[in-house]
C-alpha cells in the first residue's frame, strides 16, 4: 500500500514543483534589474562623494599655498609673554608650517615679545635672541616646518 501512495505522491511533488519554477525564474530577474538599479545608484553617490572629496582637498592645498607664501610678506603686530613653545606653534598653525621639537625636552624661560609691523621671520629670530642657551629655533622653509632644537 505504500508503494501505491508513493508514486502519487512523487507525482504531485514534482507537478507543484515544476508549477512554482517559472514564477521564481520570472521573480529573480525583477529582483536582479532592481539590484542593478540600486548597485548603480550607490555608485554615484560615492563618486559624487569622491569628486567632492578631491575638490575639498584641492581647496585646502590652495589654502595651504597662500598661508605658506604670506609667511615671506606678511607683518605682524605681537604683545606677548610666556613660553616660546605656544608662540611658536602658533605661528607654525597660522603660517601652515609644522612645528618639531628636537631633543630632550626642558622648560624654557619666558619670553617678552612686543613688536608693531615686523615680519615673522624678525619675530621667529627675536624668539631665538630671546631663549639664547637654551634652544635654537630654525625655520626650513624648504621643508615648511619651524623647529625648535634643545641645547
Same mark, same amino acid.
Given at each position: 500500500m505504500s508503494k501505491k501512495l508513493a508514486i502519487p505522491l512523487s507525482l504531485l511533488t514534482t507537478l !507543484?514543483?515544476? %508549477?512554482?519554477?517559472?514564477? #521564481?525564474? /520570472?521573480n529573480t530577474s525583477e529582483t536582479s534589474d532592481f539590484a542593478d538599479r540600486m548597485i548603480a545608484d550607490k555608485v554615484a553617490i560615492a563618486a559624487n562623494a569622491q569628486r567632492d572629496y578631491t575638490a575639498l582637498l584641492n581647496n585646502d592645498k590652495a589654502v595651504l599655498g597662500r598661508k605658506q607664501a604670506s609667511l615671506g610678506s606678511d607683518y605682524v603686530d605681537i604683545d606677548y609673554i610666556g613660553v616660546p613653545q605656544e608662540l611658536l606653534?602658533?605661528?607654525?598653525?597660522?603660517? %601652515?608650517?609644522?612645528? !618639531?621639537? !628636537? %631633543? /630632550?625636552?626642558?622648560?624654557? /624661560?619666558? +619670553?617678552? +615679545?612686543? #613688536?608693531?609691523?615686523?615680519?615673522?621671520?624678525e619675530v621667529l629670530r627675536n624668539i631665538g635672541y630671546q631663549i639664547d642657551k637654551g634652544?635654537? #629655533?630654525t625655520l626650513d622653509q624648504k621643508q615648511k616646518t619651524i623647529r625648535l632644537s634643545y641645547k
Open positions: !507543484i514543483l515544476s %508549477g512554482c519554477a517559472p514564477a #521564481v525564474l /520570472k606653534q602658533t605661528f607654525a598653525y597660522r603660517y %601652515g608650517y609644522r612645528y !618639531i621639537e !628636537i %631633543g /630632550k625636552r626642558r622648560t624654557l /624661560k619666558n +619670553i617678552n +615679545i612686543k #613688536v608693531k609691523n615686523m615680519s615673522p621671520q634652544a635654537d #629655533v
